[in-house]
């Protein structure tokens, strides 16, 4: 079904495989291309997921990374190549957006998240994706997300493993947050990064495309929510399994008596 | 007392030889985990606090459900469980 909105030959042609599915139609597409949508991290996860959100014609989509292209993200970082070396990701990341699909609008933020930024950066957008590489920002993002009423879509992946979830706990009961998951983030040293620990550069782009997928689910409000569960995955044997993530009552920051009520903490 | 298999993440396997499972026997979660990291103490001191709780990194499923809210370590497992451990990542 077409919308109320008008779509050009070109948009109707781009994207006709959306438009005639019944679940997506041309109100599905029109949602799209009026989302906003933040992505924080264009490395491994960000890669797949911006292209597939580009793709799909998200109308516009941020991007939050301060880091520059480095040789050794090319074995997973597929948004970028090696005439992007020592360019910004960010950068480098909208160029090839634009090239994929001009219907979108980038806003290009080569900035690290802080517990000063983070409100009003995440403050206008729709929703907001996790495909950073350290604890300290997933917990930043997780609060800042709840405090800011998003649905936050997460995803983490190490060596052949890989988790995704969806957080809006900001609904209430029953959804959790990532505190609900890990209260804390693990001491220093004790979970190692994927410069420290490595990963299959494949892995990144599974994971990072079942991220789009629930991206593109949550706006367009079709099938089942992974909030409230998880999806592991290990991909040396193949192997996925959900598992049910509950509310935390005594979670600091969603609970019943939470203590956490703004970043200061970070 | 029966055996029960624990699934092992990758970050983990070093301590199992490179298993994806492990067949432990263990009447409880706590003896169950027990008997996974005997004789290892890193691989204890990346599951266990000093006071002998789960890390909060760390997480421990009896088929989708977080034994945290079944009991905890003291949670009874029935012939033939599966465990699956989980520990936080944060890699993108």
Known sequence: MLSGMDFTDTQLHRYSRHIILPEVGGVGQERLLRSKVLVVGAGGLGAPLLLYLAAAGVGTIGIIDDDVVDLSNLQRQVIHDESALGRLKVDSAAARIQALNPDVRVEAHPVRLTRDNALDLIGGYDLVADGSDNFATRFLLNDACFLAKKTLVSAAILRFDGQLTSFKAHLGAPHPCYRCLFPEPPPRGLVPSCSEGGVLGALAGTVGSLQATEVLKELLGLGESLSGSLLMMDTLYASYQRITLKRDPDCALCGDHPTIHDLSAH | ?92
């Not at chain 2, 301590?15 to 985990?33: I, K, M, N, S």
């Open chain 2, 1 to 92: 007392m029966s055996d029960v298999t624990i699934r092992i993440p990758t970050p983990l396997r070093g301590f199992v030889g490179g298993r994806d499972q492990v067949a432990v026997p263990g009447a409880t979660v706590r003896e169950a985990l027990s008997a996974l990291t005997a004789g290892q103490a890193t691989f204890q001191d990346r599951l266990f606090t000093a006071e002998g709780d789960l890390r909060r990194f760390v997480n421990v499923y009896l088929g989708r459900e977080d034994v945290r809210r079944l009991g905890g370590l003291d949670a009874p497992l029935p012939a033939g469980a599966t465990l699956t451990v989980m520990v936080a990542l944060a890699g993108g």
